[in-house]
Structure formats: C-alpha cells, structure tokens
C-alpha cells in the first residue's frame, strides 16, 4: 500500500524546536519530489516547501524561510522538516505530499494522515 | 500570486455544485482541485485543469479559461460536503500556491 506517515509532532513553547518526520511506504522515496504543507486550525491549506529528488535544491514559503528546513534521506525512504525559531502561528496539522512524478504543474497525488505541532507557552 | 476562491457554495442533493477559482491569466496555469473532508486530508480530485485521477467519479470536472477555473460536481449527494482547493505551481516564484478553499454544504 502506498503511504505517507508523518512523525514528531508536539507542543512547543515558542522560539523552540522540531524535527518533523515523513515516512514512505509502498513506493521508492528517491523518484518523487516532495512537498511539505501546513494546515492552521480552521484555516486552509499553506504550501510550506519542496525538496527535489537529490536533496540538493529546496524551496520555501516566505512565511518560514530561513526558520524551516527540509531534507531527505532517500535510502530510509524518508523525509524530514526542521523547525526552528517556532512561533504560535506555525501552529497547525503538517502534511507531507508526494509530487506526481514527471509532470510541471505539481499535483499532490498522495498525502500523510498529517502530524500535530502546536507551539505555546 | 493569489488564487480567489468564494468562501461558501450552498446546493441541493441532485443539483450542479459550480466552485469557482480566480487568478490573473490562470489559463496559462495548470489547476489542481483537492477535496478535503472534515478531519481527513486532502485527495487530488482534479489535476492539469481537467484530468480526474483513477477512481474519481466523472460527475466532478472542471475547466480552466481566462483569469478563471472551474470546478463542477453534478448529482451532488451528502458525501461530497467538504472543503475544495484549487492549487497552482507559479513558475515565476518556485512556489505552490493553494486556494483560499471553498466549503461545499449540501442543503
């Protein structure tokens, strides 16, 4: 079965840290590019970042460049995202998203069940 | 880039549910659709303007022309309540932009 499985979510007071983690399944991590996005409580969805199939050309939303990190460690078929310098609206439910292979437009074929992260003091 | 969509569509069982999504020149852009259900995570209904993905029923479809896409269900049912996003790649930026979404209540 094809699946992603998000990882390491929690309650963070803010200026702290996460390292969030996305599990593949089912298919060869090393052939999608993949994309990170971001749900606030009762808001829609915000594109957080991309990362090609290499690692070594990344993307971010102006809302968390710089404080954000995404990397990828093909050979255990995973994907990760740092959060640093967090703050209360960073709160929400984290996705990641697999990228339909060899297409310009991005569509997001196949999504994680999403991972938790509420930062507050 | 900013994609518009309307907040809310209202329809009744058995009708047409017309959701829109605005953006400037948005032809030129290829537009996805996702349909998120309360508490679920989002599934590609609609990619490149008007390509249904295996499995989606074809009363949803949807069309993309000048600075506006489209997206149709018909035989609306009590099911497809839920919140729809439409979703650009802006070359220009490198980014994805997402929709605002649009909730769809069936009366």
């Known amino acids: 079965d094809v699946q992603l499985v998000e990882s390491g979510g929690d309650l963070v007071q803010p200026g702290g840290s996460l390292r969030l983690s996305c599990a593949a399944s089912g298919f060869i991590l090393s052939a999608y590019e993949m994309h990170w996005v971001r749900q606030a409580p009762g808001k829609g969805l915000e594109w957080i970042g991309h990362i090609n199939l290499g690692g070594d050309i990344v993307h971010y939303a102006h809302s968390v460049e710089g404080r954000f990190s995404i990397s990828r460690d093909n050979a255990k078929n995973s994907l990760f995202l740092q959060l640093n310098s967090l703050r209360a609206e960073d709160t929400g439910l984290y996705y990641c998203?697999?990228?339909?292979?060899?297409?310009?437009?991005?569509?997001?074929?196949?999504w994680g069940p999403g991972t938790v992260v509420v930062v507050s003091s | 880039y900013v994609l518009t969509q309307p907040p809310t569509v209202t329809v009744a069982p058995g009708k047409t549910a017309t959701i829109t999504c605005g953006g400037d020149?948005?032809?030129?852009?290829?537009v996805q659709w996702y349909q998120q259900k309360a508490g679920q995570a989002p599934v590609l209904v609609i990619s490149n303007d008007k390509d249904r993905p295996s499995g989606i029923p074809e009363r949803i479809s949807a069309s993309n022309s000048g600075n506006t896409a489209t997206l149709s269900i018909s035989g609306v049912e009590a099911g497809d309540e839920a919140d729809y996003y439409c979703q650009v790649w802006d070359s220009g930026s490198d980014h994805v932009v997402f929709g605002g979404g649009t909730k769809l209540t069936v009366l």
């Open positions: 998203a697999r990228e339909i292979a060899s297409t310009y437009y991005v569509p997001f074929d196949i």
């Open positions: 020149d948005l032809e030129s852009n290829s």
